[in-house]
């Protein structure tokens, strides 16, 4: 009887120490992950509003890289705005004057778009993976298959490069040691107030290891954002405010300037 006790306990110790040690070489190959933060969490549009330079900052846990220089992973940034409804018109001469001919609308586009990384995107990772994941600067990223060649959509995405909406650098981001890397980004006067996604993509030998996201909130503040509201929420109110205040600055003009 002893003896039989004897061996189910041994039995039971062997087990444990082998569940022990399973778990333990789980725990040694764990996959890497990634953190993100930004400086700014809520930006405000006044009448001083001049843009806004965000920050972006991540750590990768347990990384398996030497040094900040050992370029063993890469990191992709991608910011997007609020989406909107863009059409893009093409201009036509009919005797000496410039008139709109054909258009396309493009639903879903982001307002604003900037793709920051630690080297080209084509280097990093495949297309069809950049697709999935909407990183590129495409005003139709929900569509399944790449369109052919465009004249609309080249003119859309090079009037809001132009802008400074879309924004591509693909040297924006830099490992400041084994762990910790940064990127920074510029926002200009023209961003559409609403929330901004901040996505951070790990790889490492063209596969996604980790990712992360953040939201920074763009919205208008002071006078500004009254009567933004109030245009919205309270239309007949706001016109009729725009009417009144128009009527007593013509009769402040009349009394200053009309008497002479």
């Not at 591509?168 to 609403?194: D, H, I, Y």
């Not at 953040?214 to 006078?223: F, L, M, P, R, T």
Request: glycine share 6%.
């Amino acid at each position: 009887m002893r003896q039989a006790a004897s061996k189910f306990l041994r039995l039971v110790i062997f087990v444990s120490l082998c569940f022990a040690g399973i778990i333990h070489e789980r725990a040694l190959a764990q996959d890497e992950t990634v953190q993100l933060d930004t400086s700014l969490r809520e930006i405000s549009i006044g009448s001083d509003f001049r843009g806004a330079d965000i920050v972006i900052f991540g750590a990768v846990d347990d990384s398996k890289q030497k040094d900040a220089e050992a370029s063993y992973y890469d990191i992709i940034v991608v910011i997007r705005g609020p989406s909107e409804t863009v059409i893009a018109r093409r201009k036509e001469n009919h005797l000496g004057i410039w008139i709109n001919a054909e258009s396309r609308s493009f639903e879903k586009v982001p307002s604003f778009y900037g793709v920051l990384s630690t080297k080209p995107l084509d280097e990093i990772v495949d297309p069809a993976i950049l697709r999935r994941l909407y990183i590129e600067l495409d005003p139709t990223p929900f569509e399944k298959e790449p369109l052919a060649s465009d004249p609309f959509e080249e003119a859309l995405v090079r009037l809001k490069t132009k802008q400074g909406l879309y924004v591509q650098n693909p040297e924006g981001v830099k490992f400041l040691s084994k762990s910790l890397f940064r990127a920074s980004l510029e926002l200009p006067t023209s961003v559409t107030e609403g929330d901004y996604s901040v996505r951070i993509y790990l790889f490492h030998d063209r596969e996604l290891l980790s990712w992360d996201k953040s939201i920074v909130e763009v919205k208008k503040a002071g006078i500004e954002r009254y009567l933004y509201t109030l245009a919205f929420d309270q239309p007949y109110a706001y016109g009729l405010l725009a009417v009144t205040l128009a009527v007593f600055s013509g009769l402040i003009g009349w009394a200053i300037f009309g008497r002479s």
